[in-house]
């Protein structure tokens, strides 16, 4: 179950939180991994126009220092915009690395939003994990 085409290879003991027709979430051991994907009608037109306004606005974020990377990452043959949190003044805080992109599915436009996250203290032990994950996934279009 879980939005339809996806799935994503997850290590052994993270467990369901959530899952719905148009989302997902799982976690284990402090970290997470959220998903969810928003049918975006008339918007076939415009996926490379919104898909460039992405990443612009993420490199924005980037200048600012609320984001440390941002790139193009082509997943399983779509194409979206991946890019990772700065370190949290907080420890306790929430660290985020997240890749949004467009696809054509069953016949309509979906934007997909993955977004895998830890508290800022624990996220550089959780990295290579939450990259494995994010590289796993598997989308049908």
């Keep these: 179950m879980g939005p339809a085409g996806i799935t994503w290879t997850l290590p052994a003991n993270w467990k369901k939180v959530d899952v719905s027709t148009e989302s997902l979430s799982y976690g284990g051991n402090g970290a997470f991994l959220s998903v969810v994907v928003s049918v975006m009608p008339q918007m076939e037109k415009l996926v490379d126009i919104s898909s460039k306004a992405m990443h612009e606005a ?15 990452l082509e997943i399983d043959g779509v194409r979206g915009v991946q ?9 306790d805080d929430i660290r985020r690395l ?8 069953a016949g309509s436009t ?22 494995g994950i994010l590289y796993s996934a598997k989308l049908v279009h």
């Design 58 to 72: 993420a490199k924005t974020n980037q200048k600012i220092g609320k984001y440390d990377e941002v790139k193009w």
């Design 83 to 91: 890019f990772r949190e700065s370190k949290p003044q907080m420890a």
């Design 98 to 105: 997240e890749w949004q992109a467009y696809r054509t599915f």
């Design 110 to 131: 979906q934007l997909v939003t993955v977004i895998l996250s830890s508290n800022g203290a624990n996220f550089p032990k959780h990295e290579d994990e939450l990259y």
